[in-house]
């Protein structure tokens, strides 16, 4: 017989016999109790408490961004063994576990209960695991929750009742445990919600925070007060039927009105934390595991980034619109200065989590600069002239043409590139495209930093310069940047003290990024489409571009001043359409604050108003010279509109051949777009007197305009210009006559009408918010 335990070794010299049934269940014995001897010992090593690998992320300043807490509890910040706040592991215990310093690992009759409440589907404070089983599910970190998770969790938690003391158990939970808005650890917790350390906290406060562990982003304060109160005061009553606090504590409590912090103190940027976290083990260029890591980003710029989308989210929400990213790079650097990529990183219903400024999006009109820079490059000038007239352009499809139109459906004939370009005409930058060739187009914006085209140029086609190819803002703002830098493209980097890279490559001349940065910081040439007085007007010069994709789905504001680049980018993750949201009403706003707040930064702190210095420096070789208005030819005497324009000083000059003595003679490609036009009698000199009978037209404001009355700039700097295609008119808006033709912007829907001498009178509405 071999009824001996299997637990016993088997006498010397006893032989097994081969069959034996006996002997084949001591080995299978044995096999069993070898496996659970290895599980006790493998599963039920605690992980390594040191936990010393995630580096501190601090801002350029040495501002703390990010910083993970030692389990040991060496850091001041993390609470220790020796030192419990007592109010805090009061409400902790009351909520948690209240027989923690009787129970072994496992509560037997919590976990009872709690089977109890999940079959009656009432939901309790309590749930069925002790704190030490907490702190064992948080040390393993796992999220699913099978049942060998269930078992690997009870083995540490055994061990941890073996190996530690309550009161060092009770200090890893309070360590470990999340408390909402990224925040682990009492401490920390306490620090962000009520700005007081853990010590400091009254009973009220103590029972708000223990109760986060459990939900904490259902529980967040900052998103739903009201629940989080609610739950709080479910806790301040478990402490209140434990005895743990007394009847006037309790009423004390109760009474208590707390006050969150509501984030002011707080810098977000986690998603530029998640960059730099994920960077950390990824690219070379990344510093390694360094204890700490000196990050570019400006806490204070970026906390104001916050604040500004905050205010904005109303008017967003009003468009449809859900999500908003901001970049903000430093010019002279390439450094990140701010890094905003969702405006609400913790939302859950809208994609709050996913990083706006590294998302590929269409960019709308955001790259037409790139296609003029080009231009420039090939020897084409401001001066040249564009037609912006219907035309057709071959696709790479054949026998499919593509007619590009312009946002407002009309056609305005010979268009300066300064024109075209500052009014975002479709048309011209098409026209452009196709005579540069979307290849050669799609190198250079490849070398400009756009490195994540999916499609060849054959794929996207003349389509390239409206913004059919996918890019992220950090590429735009990062690509913008070389206007500002005259030419040069710096990698952008979000460490700081990183050795030269020595990355500076020029992208293009300095001429070209000159030209490029005078025509998009100058509002004379945007305002026949744009207004004035808007968004995009700064008391300061700023070079900026709008873009707005198809159908209204992104919507950009991307521009620059000497020392900085912002770019914003509002829209939805899920691609759903904006309402009534243009480049102007959209990114627009937040725009303007964003550079507002980065450019007094860049000045210590004031506006540099009246700065008239330009943004990039005028090269050698370049000299402001007299044009004829239509024709951007050197004027001749019969040219009736004379303007001014950076030219090259070494271009062969060439001399207006349009106008004639009287008439124009248009070159062919103007010719059916002149007949057909009204404006060919305002490009005619009106010498013969015939054209008498051409209709009066209003020039400015364009008909169905919107214009945006900007609550941060002073009321002089709103004003509308008023232009009508003959100089002698008087205004009126709503039947009122106006003195000048520079009319104050008030809020409202107004008509505005131009009454001649002839008695010719022309109306456009207007809408001014
Ligand atoms: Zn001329």
Redesign the pocket.
């Known amino acids: 017989m071999s009824t001996s335990s299997p637990l016993l070794p088997r006498r010397a010299g006893e032989k097994v016999p081969q069959a034996d049934e006996g002997g084949r269940r001591y080995w299978l014995a044995c096999a069993i109790f070898a496996i659970a001897l290895a599980g006790w010992l493998c599963l039920g090593r605690l992980p390594d408490l040191a936990q010393g690998e995630t580096p501190t992320i601090v801002d350029r300043n040495g501002v703390v961004l990010y910083e993970p807490l030692s389990l040991r509890g060496d850091r001041s910040e993390a609470i220790r063994a020796d030192a419990l706040p007592e109010r805090v592991v009061q409400a902790t215990i009351a909520v948690e576990d209240r027989r923690f310093f009787s129970h072994a690992a496992l509560d037997g009759r919590a976990v009872l209960r709690a089977a109890w409440h999940d079959v009656t589907r009432r939901r309790m404070a309590e749930g069925g695991s002790t704190i030490t089983q907490q702190v064992a599910k948080l040390l393993l970190g796992r999220k699913e929750r099978g049942v060998f998770d269930k078992l690997h969790e009870g083995i540490v938690a055994v061990h941890l009742e073996m190996g530690y003391s309550k009161s060092e158990i009770l200090a890893l939970y309070l360590n470990l445990a999340p408390y909402g808005n990224q925040t682990t650890g009492v401490a920390r917790a306490s620090r962000l919600y009520f700005g007081c350390a853990p010590e400091e906290l009254t009973i009220a406060q103590a029972a708000f925070l223990a109760s986060l562990p459990q939900r904490p982003s259902a529980l967040n304060p900052l998103r739903n007060e009201e629940r989080a109160i609610a739950r709080q005061r479910r806790v301040l009553a478990l402490m209140h039927e434990q005895h743990v606090i007394t009847e006037r504590e309790y009423a004390a409590a109760l009474n208590e009105r707390l006050r969150f912090e509501r984030g002011e103190r707080r810098v977000g940027a986690q998603h530029f934390i998640e960059h730099v976290l994920e960077c950390r083990t990824g690219t070379p260029a990344c510093p390694g595991t360094r204890r700490r890591i000196e990050t570019t980003l400006d806490a204070s710029l970026q906390r104001e980034v916050a604040g500004i989308i905050a205010a904005q989210k109303r008017d967003l929400l009003d468009h449809g619109a859900h999500s908003v990213a901001v970049a903000v790079i430093d010019n002279h650097t390439g450094e990140w200065l701010a890094w905003e990529g969702s405006g609400d990183y913790f939302g859950t219903d809208f994609g709050g989590a996913i990083d706006g400024v590294t998302a590929l999006r269409q960019p709308g009109s955001a790259l037409k600069p790139f296609t003029y820079a080009l231009a420039f490059e090939r020897g084409d000038s401001p001066a040249t002239v564009l037609a912006d007239v219907p035309s057709h352009f071959q696709t790479a499809e054949k026998g499919v043409v593509y007619t590009p139109r312009n946002y407002d459906g009309r056609y305005r004939g010979p268009l300066r590139v300064r024109a075209a370009l500052a009014g975002s005409e479709n048309v011209p930058a098409v026209a452009m495209a196709a005579k540069l060739g979307p290849a050669s187009l799609l190198r250079f914006l490849t070398r400009a930093g756009f490195r994540d085209f999916e499609k060849n140029a054959d794929y996207y086609g003349v389509g390239l310069t409206l913004g059919d190819a996918e890019v992220k803002l950090e590429q735009l703002v990062a690509a913008y940047s070389v206007f500002a830098r005259g030419g040069v493209y710096v990698e952008p980097t979000m460490f700081r003290r990183q050795p030269a890279t020595g990355n500076r490559q020029r992208v293009m001349s300095q001429r070209t990024a000159f030209w490029i940065t005078d025509i998009l910081s100058d509002p004379d040439a945007r305002e026949y489409v744009f207004g004035r007085g808007g968004n995009l007007d700064f008391p300061f010069a700023v070079a900026v571009k709008t873009g707005t994709s198809q159908a209204y789905r992104d919507n950009w504001t991307v521009g620059y001043t000497r020392d900085v680049t912002v770019g914003v980018w509002v829209g939805n993750f899920d691609r759903k359409e904006l309402r009534n949201s243009t480049g102007v009403t959209g990114a627009g706003p937040i725009f303007h604050a964003v550079m507002l707040s980065a450019a007094k930064r860049a000045h210590g702190g004031r506006l540099p108003i009246g700065d008239d210095a330009p943004i990039v420096d005028p090269p050698d070789g370049i000299e402001r010279a007299p044009i ?1 208005a ?2 951007g ?1 050197r ?2 005497t ?2 009736p509109n004379v303007t001014s324009e950076w030219v090259a000083s070494d271009a062969p000059v060439r001399f ?1 051949s ?2 004639h003595d009287g008439y124009v003679d248009w070159p062919p490609e103007y010719r059916a777009w002149a007949q057909r036009s009204v404006d060919v009698s305002s490009a005619q000199p009106a010498k013969s007197g015939r054209d008498v009978r051409s209709p009066l037209q209003i020039l400015s404001p364009p008909n169905g305009a919107t214009y945006l009355i900007d609550p941060t700039l002073r009321m002089a700097y709103q004003t509308l210009k008023l232009r009508a295609s003959s100089p002698r008119v008087t205004w009126h808006i709503d039947q009122q006559q106006v003195a000048t033709a520079e009319w104050p912007l008030q809020a409202g829907w107004h008509t505005v009408t131009a009454i001649d001498d002839a008695g010719r009178r022309e109306s456009v509405q207007i809408v001014v918010k």
Request: glycine fraction near 0%; charge should be neutral; proline fraction near 9%.
């Open positions: 004829c239509l024709s030819l004027p001749s019969s040219c207006c349009w106008h």
